[in-house]
């Protein structure tokens, strides 16, 4: 058992940090343990977890981004309400991105706060939406628009967790360890390209290292006042496509999906707008390209450009992005046109598959 990082944060990653997890339950003295899951963490990851623990209380709801909303969070508060929660009660948030973030919201929230612990289950959630303190729930499929800052009391990275996860789970991680690589480390991307078919049996480097730099960043601005927007790259196309699926299509974008499609476009404003090469561009969309499927919706930019402005990361003078220097070095609050923007996603769109 290994401890990636920082008393501050307390992540702990490896192979036996169930055990840990125990002793943290014992330590902390709870008066009783929630344990928040869906249908596929009941089925695929409760019976991993079960023989370590003696007595819990299950929250189910159902998986999926349009259930990472207010409704489904009262139905967590109720849960909660119903069976005495009280101030010393732990919810252990047994899940994806999703989960956790809708989970910590609703602690972070009930009685003003009780702990909660994330056991991330997806290799997103393990390399990003488990760490750094940011829960919420959309509103009116606009992501993330109620939330809080409150930092779990512990993360538990068991990396076996993605031996069930779906292929197209695992790939929605990789948009995120693409987006660290890119921010922050050369090296990360040279490694990431330099394998032409990531070797998910052999993931665990690869969690350490982007979970790293997400604590890395994060630890130096808990609350978004400047550098942690570094992690935002890719997201502020990346979420309105996410809203406008949400809101459009039957079989919805996922989160790292609709992250790499905003990578490519903000790495083609970044090439435009800033000192990113063509060839670094070209390396960057050659490697989503082998990683996932192209998006073929017939969008209209004026919606996408509306739901662009509700974005939280706007302020009065513009939409707001970070875009790359070069692989490896990011920068905050770059304003771009309407035009511009419309020409990175005609830019997305006119690429072949
Ligand atoms: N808070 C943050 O800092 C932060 C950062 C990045 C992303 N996010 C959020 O994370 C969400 C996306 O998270 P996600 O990609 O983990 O999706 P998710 O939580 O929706 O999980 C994806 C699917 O995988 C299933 N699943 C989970 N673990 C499994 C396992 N081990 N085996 C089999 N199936 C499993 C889930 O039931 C679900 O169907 C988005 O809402 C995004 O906004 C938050
Ligand atoms: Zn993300």
Redesign the pocket.
């Known amino acids: 058992m290994k401890v990636i990082y920082d008393k501050k944060f307390k992540v702990y990653f490896g192979t036996e940090v169930l055990g840990e997890l125990v002793q943290t339950l014992i330590n902390k003295e709870y008066s009783s343990v929630y344990i928040l899951v869906?249908?596929?963490?009941e089925?695929?990851?409760l019976p991993i977890l079960k023989p370590y623990l003696e007595k819990y209380i299950l929250i189910r709801i159902k998986?999926?981004?349009q259930n990472?909303n207010l409704e489904n969070a009262t139905i967590i508060w109720n849960s909660l309400q119903q069976n005495l929660a009280n101030r010393n009660t732990v919810l252990l948030n047994l899940?994806?991105?999703?989960?956790?973030?809708l989970g910590?919201f609703c602690a972070a929230t009930y009685k003003r706060g009780i702990d909660f612990i994330n056991i991330?289950?997806?290799?997103?959630?393990m390399v990003?939406?488990?760490?750094?303190?940011?829960?919420?729930v959309?509103l009116n499929s606009y992501?993330?628009l109620i939330g809080i800052f409150k930092h779990p009391e512990q993360v538990f990275i068991y990396p076996q967790?993605?031996?069930?996860?779906?292929n197209i789970?695992r790939r929605?991680?990789l948009a995120?360890i693409l987006k660290h690589a890119l921010i922050d480390e050369k090296k990360l991307f040279d490694k990431l390209i330099n394998n032409s078919q990531i070797d998910y049996s052999h993931i665990e480097k690869l969690i350490e290292k982007s979970t790293k730099i997400k604590i890395k960043i994060v630890n130096k601005d808990p609350y978004e006042k400047g550098l942690r927007k570094l992690?935002n790259f890719g997201h502020t196309i990346g979420?309105a496509l996410?809203t406008y699926s949400l809101l459009n299509n039957t079989k919805p974008l996922?989160?790292?999906e609709a992250v790499a499609i905003g990578i490519i476009c903000e790495s083609y404003l970044s090439y435009k707008l800033l000192s990113l090469s063509l060839e670094e561009l070209n390396l960057i969309v050659q490697f989503i390209k082998i990683n996932f499927d192209k998006y073929n919706s017939n969008w209209n930019v004026n919606e996408f450009i509306k739901i662009m402005q509700n974005d939280k990361k706007n302020n009065n003078s513009g939409i707001n992005f970070t875009l790359l220097k070069k692989i490896g070095k990011a920068q905050i609050d770059c304003i771009c046109s309407t035009e511009m923007i419309e020409e990175s996603l005609n830019y997305y769109k006119n690429l072949e598959f």
């Open positions: 869906d249908e596929n963490t089925k695929y990851c998986s999926g981004e990472k899940g994806g991105g999703t989960l956790s973030d910590g991330p289950t997806t290799l997103l959630a990003d939406a488990s760490i750094g303190g940011k829960q919420g959309d992501k993330n967790f993605i031996e069930s996860l779906p789970e929605n991680g995120e992690l979420h996410e996922k989160h790292g």
